[in-house]
């Protein structure tokens, strides 16, 4: 069914619901985990699984988006992905301990997961090309919104009013979005290949495993042996689905597009140097909140200079890529971005706030460039009938490694807190010292993945950077 002129002019601003729903809940919870953690009655560290298993969720139902839009249609998905994420919220408000409530987040990320896919794939059917970047431009800007609210509104819900609230804003926007969705987006269907449902079952068992083993490790409720063992068959599954993708004509995702230079470094890079960075918005609420004894609403304050910054970058991000290129600005970036996460192993009680914010707010600017550029890079020599299945698996393994970059964040503070249940201020401040030293280390590494890139590499990348990144 082809939009109307109205539903035309709507459309993007539908699709910008869902995503900025989406983009602020990855954000809104991390200066509420001290509180949350508190009312649960677990150790802050151990909210981890709350953040990491919404993304590792995304990660899972990504690539079966487009499939599901092609075969129910995208009306039908889009509304159902709104709903699912709606009532997950719902649930996860009412959730009485932490485990029913990773259980919600992991159903709000299944909704979350077809919402900005198939949104942008209703998009590029609807709109000629000349239109499609302004179009996307305007559902990218609440996907840029969305982080620099999410930490001060999380703030002010739990300085205010209660956690549970931080889940139930989603609920009225959610349902105005359904109405919305159900009257005005056009529904669009194709033929699709045949789902690859081994290829799902194995490839999510085993990254769901790998999670598990990686959230669990440092908890001691598993015995060495126990947590080798499920690593093992979490490893196992994955080369599982290695061996089955290159056996079957429509695999989930196809790894042949790691033969591909460029791509191969803007997604493996990606992957590991968020494991180092990915954590630092989940540890750094912990630190103002628990070590430097901020108020969550303060706390959230000093969290906004890192979207502030990454906002302004838009602006000048084509000009620093076209004048350096992508080789020397991400093995350089990379680089500034380890560094700057040891330099925040000297915020301490005595810091003054402008040195922090200064440090978060820098912090922000080079983090967005590292990822802008990751993205883009992923397209510079797929060709136009492989985008969609590179966009699939450049999506699968940012949510992938944001999902293990908090687990190893919190996994590498722990190893340095005697007792995460009884932590006083200067243990904790310690403990993630100790962390961003082991962090930006591990960040500095990722660099040699980038050493592979050609000081050409990525000019013809330059016709996607139009399309903007939430990141």
């Known amino acids: 069914m082809a939009p109307g002129t109205f539903n035309k002019r709507l459309l993007p601003w539908l699709v910008a619901v869902a995503f900025f729903m989406e983009s602020l809940d990855t954000t809104i919870l991390n200066t509420a985990v001290p509180a949350i953690a508190g009312a649960l009655k677990v150790a802050p560290l151990s909210m981890k699984a709350v953040l990491s298993s919404y993304t590792l969720s995304l990660a899972v139902f990504i690539p079966i988006s487009g499939w599901m839009a092609d075969r129910f249609g995208t009306r039908r998905v889009f509304a159902s992905a709104i709903g699912l994420f709606t009532f997950g919220s719902f649930l996860c408000g009412i959730s009485s301990n932490i485990h029913v409530l990773v259980a919600c987040r992991i159903l709000q990320g299944c909704g979350g997961a077809m919402m900005v896919p198939v949104g942008r794939l209703t998009i590029v059917r609807t709109f000629a090309k000349s239109e499609l970047v302004r179009a996307m431009s305007a559902v990218a800007i609440p996907g840029l919104v969305g982080p620099m609210l999410g930490p001060i509104a999380g703030g002010l819900i739990v300085g205010y009013f209660h956690w549970r609230v931080i889940f139930f804003v989603n609920i009225p926007i959610g349902l105005i979005g359904l109405w919305m969705v159900y009257k005005h987006l056009p529904d669009y269907r194709e033929d699709s290949d045949p789902l690859d449902a081994v290829g799902l079952i194995l490839f999510g ?19 060495s042996r126990e947590i080798l063992g499920l690593l093992g068959i979490a490893l196992a599954l994955l080369a599982g689905y290695g061996l089955h993708s290159t056996k079957t004509a429509f695999p989930l995702l196809s790894l042949a597009l790691f033969r591909v230079r460029t791509f191969r470094a803007a997604v493996s890079g990606s992957f590991f140097t968020r494991l180092g960075i990915g954590g630092i918005p989940f540890i750094i609420p912990l630190l103002y909140q628990v070590g430097l004894g901020f108020t969550p609403i303060q706390s959230g304050l000093m969290m906004m200079p890192q979207a502030i910054a990454a906002m302004s970058l838009k602006v000048v991000m084509p000009r620093i890529l076209s004048r350096f290129g992508y080789r020397m600005v991400l093995v350089s970036n990379t680089v500034i971005l380890g560094l700057q996460i040891l330099l925040f192993a000297t915020i301490g009680t005595g810091t003054p706030v402008w040195i922090i914010v200064t440090q978060l707010f820098c912090f ?26 590179a966009s699939s698996i450049a999506s699968t393994m940012q949510q992938m490694s944001i999902s293990f970059g908090v687990a190893t964040a919190s996994l590498v503070t722990a190893f340095f807190i005697p007792d995460r249940f009884h932590t006083s201020a200067a243990e904790m401040i310690q403990g993630i010292h100790k962390a961003f030293f082991i962090l930006g280390g591990l960040t500095i590494l990722s660099t040699i993945i980038f050493r592979e890139l050609r000081s050409n590499d990525g000019s013809s990348a330059s016709q996607h950077e139009g399309l903007p990144h939430a990141e």
């Open 364 to 389: 922000g600017f080079f983090s967005s460039l590292q990822y802008t550029s990751m993205n883009t890079l992923v397209y510079a020599d797929v060709t136009e009938e492989q985008a969609s299945k």
């Open 205 to 223: 068992s085993g990254v769901g495993l790998l999670s598990y083993v990686l959230e669990v490790f440092g908890e001691h409720t598993l015995s």
